[in-house]
């Protein structure tokens, strides 16, 4: 299940500094958000903010910190107790756009619109991040395809995670540019067996267009 920052946690002046950046994400037409709009709406100081946090890009550091945390120990879970390898790549697809739609702030982070003129080692984070999940759904692809050759069929892991990592991209992208008012999740079941399917069928073709390979014919 998606996460959402201040959930049973004790708080503290730290993480309300990073509920409160969160917050202030959320506005759809939200501008450049400063240290002194954060410390104004937390009523304290920008010298209490940098008690807490060395500058605001460790406070967006902070954000990416947590949104990893619940991202991955979520899928680890997934992939250790879901013995289908698209029931893995079903569940971390819903798992990605439930925490979209259940932290509005946090999508902007991910799509890189919140960091905009910030340090660039955050969207260089970012795009780690990504690749991770890239990376993880390829794996559960692997193991889906490896269920399916056993069926006499197969699939393009690769292929079908790059595809359904961008699926993810420009779903987070509809919904922080819709207001967020566009649901990620829409029609997502649907969606999901059309691309998983179209990659096995491709691969299907493919292996049969090799095993017809035109034979030369000798006069």
Not at 2 to 7: D, T
Not at 46 to 57: D, G, P, T
Not at 98 to 110: C, S
Not at 168 to 192: C, L, M, T, Y
Request: aromatic share 6%; no cysteine; glycine share 8%.
């Amino acid at each position: 299940m998606a996460a959402k920052l201040g959930e049973k946690r004790t708080g503290g002046r730290r993480e309300q500094i990073l509920q409160t950046l969160a917050a202030m994400l959320e506005r759809p037409q939200a501008e450049k958000i400063t240290t002194a709009a954060l410390a104004a709406r937390l009523d304290v100081s920008e010298a209490a903010l940098y008690r807490h946090f060395a500058s605001k890009a460790q406070m967006f550091e902070g954000l990416i910190a947590f949104i990893e945390q619940s991202l991955f120990s979520t899928i680890n879970k997934i992939t250790s107790e879901q013995e289908s390898g698209v029931k893995q790549v079903d569940a971390i697809v819903a798992l990605l756009l439930g925490f979209a739609m259940k932290n509005p702030g946090m999508t902007r982070v991910l799509i890189g619109d919140a960091l905009v003129n910030e340090n660039e080692r955050l969207q260089a984070r970012i795009n780690q991040l990504v690749d991770r999940l890239e990376a993880t759904l390829k794996q559960s692809l692997r193991f889906a395809a490896s269920e399916r050759a056993a069926q006499g069929e197969g699939s393009e892991p690769a292929l079908a995670a790059n595809a359904l990592i961008s699926f993810v991209i420009g779903r987070w992208h509809q919904f922080a540019k819709s207001g967020f008012k566009r649901d990620p999740r829409d029609n997502w079941p649907e969606i999901g067996r059309a691309l998983i399917g179209m990659h096995a069928d491709r691969t299907r073709i493919a292996r049969s267009s090799e095993g017809n390979d035109p034979q030369e014919v000798s006069g």
